[in-house]
């Protein structure tokens, strides 16, 4: 069965440094990878997928996220954080309707 | 992309009564979802709603709660019925345009059951 674990529940950065949000995930075949973010009454908007081809993928607002298949991970980046950053960032993996969604990391950006 | 509009956008209610959530999408899509996403958590399936047919729902969610209507490929409908305050959520629609792996959200609509 496919599952996503997403390990930091809050992570809080200083505005102007970088960020790593991390995602792990399990899945039986080459998985469909996604990056959705949640800004506070808003739905999700999707940063970046990673579907087959280069394993480093560049998204919306400046993020970045690399697939390793040896780690299963698919870790979401950016160089340097900006107050608006501030929401919750949620992994995804799966295709159309047979997609799960990890817990959601809650970002927090320090002035 | 696809952009998903969904009302009301928040409602509080009275226990034991019913909410009907509206989404309209922009372009037509066969395949849609609905999500509840409680308080701090994560998004949970409830129910895929295909035009054409009658819609499945996940383990734990049932027909008599939460009837969907798919009268169309722009337009659903969720009903939320007999409401108790574990209702209380965020109830989000979803599609999946064709040949799109990705699925696209709209903004939710924010429940409090009283």
């Known amino acids: 069965a496919q599952s996503v674990t997403q390990p930091d529940i809050h992570i809080t950065v200083s505005e102007g440094a970088s960020l790593e949000l991390r995602c792990n995930y399990s899945?039986?075949?080459?998985?469909?990878l996604f990056w959705y973010v949640q800004s506070p009454g808003q739905g999700l908007q999707l940063l970046l997928k990673?579907?087959?081809?280069?394993?480093l993928v560049q998204g919306i607002k400046g993020f970045e996220a690399e697939f390793k298949r040896s780690q299963s991970s698919f870790n979401l980046r950016k160089p340097s954080v900006h107050w608006s950053d501030a929401a919750e960032y949620f992994c995804?993996?799966?295709?159309?309707?047979?997609?799960?969604f990890g817990a959601g990391t809650r970002l927090t950006v320090k002035p | 992309s696809a952009v998903i509009s969904q009302k009301p956008s928040r409602d509080i209610c009275q226990r034991g009564t019913s909410l009907t959530i509206q989404c309209q999408v922009d372009?037509?899509?066969?395949?849609m979802f609905w999500y509840r996403q409680q308080p701090g958590q994560s998004l949970t399936l409830i129910a895929t709603a295909n035009q054409g047919s009658e819609a499945t729902y996940e383990s734990g969610f049932v027909i008599d709660k939460f009837p969907i209507s798919r009268p169309n490929l722009t337009f659903s409908t969720l009903t939320v019925s007999n409401m108790s305050p574990e209702d209380s959520s965020i109830y989000l629609c979803s599609v999946s345009p064709p040949g799109a792996g990705e699925q696209y959200f709209g903004p939710g609509t924010r429940l409090t059951v009283t």
């Open positions: 372009s037509q899509v066969t395949m």
């Open positions: 899945y039986g075949a080459t998985p469909y």
């Open positions: 990673y579907f087959s081809g280069d394993t």
């Open positions: 995804a993996v799966g295709a159309g309707g047979d997609m799960r």
